[in-house]
């Protein structure tokens, strides 16, 4: 498909560097002419999973957002919940560790709440299971 579009606050530099680069799989810039130095008229090419309307302004950052499919959504959400899991899972092993050396004698309590590091690993199965839906 292809869209006519208004890109407004931009430069050219942005421009060439956003799309030239191929920063994203799902719409590449065909054409654009520049109205003033604010704002640039755009043939876009994208796939049917985008939906653009005609003639519609847009702000760069929004465009590119607006590109994104709901599955590269779900793969961005997947990564920053695994990094999570790692902080989480580091910050169970830092309290282990400063636990010292006989705290279990005089304790009868010695474990920790993995409520939080469960919550995520929960998360990541439904993202998961979203994104297998969608592939």
């Not at 530099?13 to 008229?41: L, M, P, W």
């Not at 474990?111 to 979203?130: H, L, M, P, V, Y």
Request: glycine letters at 6%.
């Amino acid at each position: 498909m292809e869209t006519y579009i208004y890109i407004n606050k931009t430069n050219p530099q942005e421009v060439s560097k956003k799309f030239n680069e191929g920063v994203n799989k799902n719409a590449e810039i065909r054409y654009y002419n520049f109205i003033d130095e604010t704002k640039c008229k755009a043939l876009i090419r994208h796939s049917g999973d985008v939906i653009l309307k005609e003639n519609a302004t847009y702000s760069l950052i929004g465009f590119i957002n607006r590109c994104d499919t709901k599955l590269d959504k779900l793969k961005r959400k997947l990564f920053d919940l695994e990094t999570k899991l790692y902080f989480e899972q580091d910050r169970q092993h830092q309290m282990l560790n400063n636990r010292g050396w006989g705290y279990g004698m005089r304790h009868s309590k010695i474990g920790i709440s993995t409520k939080r590091e469960d919550f995520i690993k929960e998360r990541i199965a439904n993202i998961k299971q979203q994104i297998k839906e969608l592939e």
